[in-house]
T-cell receptor, first 115, second 112 residues
């Protein structure tokens, strides 16, 4: 039930855009996105709840397609500081129940931004 | 400083030994999650506590145990350590369901 992320790695030049996808085979209640820099802890970017909403955070935004159980993270006009590994974390939707906020993380997408 | 405190930052120990990792959640957060991160396995969920009660369990080995105390700090106990237990262990906390996690800086465990 681990979500699948694609691509596994992305190399960009400053100012270019990127899209990272996260796909689950199970019904989802929420999708989280985190960024982890080498040797550091993952940092929360945003959460998307069941309902197909799209959220934004400066030049980083995300969408959640509830029907397809897919989420995408959009990074526009990339900056050097965007480099790192991006993880999606999924919370399953249990009919009549809850997963208590437990997240299962994808394998990560390594994003490298060059000057 | 994320507000989640993990100690120690580094731990080197021999096979067969037992260690305790400690986590203090961010003030006001009732949920504590433990994750193991290794190069080939990514972030693997171990266990979750909410206000002192165990709420969810992942593929946590029987040699591993955890608890959350009344002051909400949590401890992860790893016993009969094996070389394969070497990894980065993260604690994260959140206010509750469907809120983002705040991760601690992790404990890097090396079993030799």
């Amino acid at each position: 039930q681990q979500p699948v992320q694609s691509p596994q790695a992305v190399i960009l030049r400053e100012g270019e855009d990127a899209v990272i996808n996260c796909s689950s085979s199970k019904a989802l209640y929420s999708v989280h996105w985190y960024r982890q820099k080498h040797g550091e802890a993952p940092v929360f970017l945003m959460i998307l709840l069941k309902g197909g909403e799209q959220k934004g955070h400066e030049k980083i935004s995300a969408s959640f397609n509830e029907k397809k159980q897919q989420s995408s993270l959009y990074l526009t006009a990339s900056q050097l500081s965007y480099s790192g590994t991006y993880f999606c974390g999924t919370e399953l939707d249990y009919a009549g129940g809850t997963s208590y906020g437990k997240l299962t993380f994808g394998q990560g997408t390594i994003l490298t931004v060059h000057p | 400083d994320s507000g989640v405190t993990q100690t120690p930052k580094h731990l080197i120990t021999a096979t067969g030994q037992r260690v305790t990792l400690r986590c203090s959640p961010r003030s006001g957060d009732l949920s504590v999650y433990w994750y193991q991160q290794s190069l080939d396995q990514g972030l693997q969920f171990l266990i979750q506590y909410y206000n002192g009660e165990e709420r969810a369990k992942g593929n946590i080995l029987e040699r591993f145990s955890a608890q959350q105390f009344p002051d909400l700090h949590s401890e992860l106990n790893l016993s009969s350590l094996e070389l394969g237990d070497s990894a980065l262990y993260f604690c994260a906390s959140s206010v509750g369901l469907s809120y983002g996690y705040t991760f601690g800086s992790g404990t890097r465990l090396t079993v030799v």
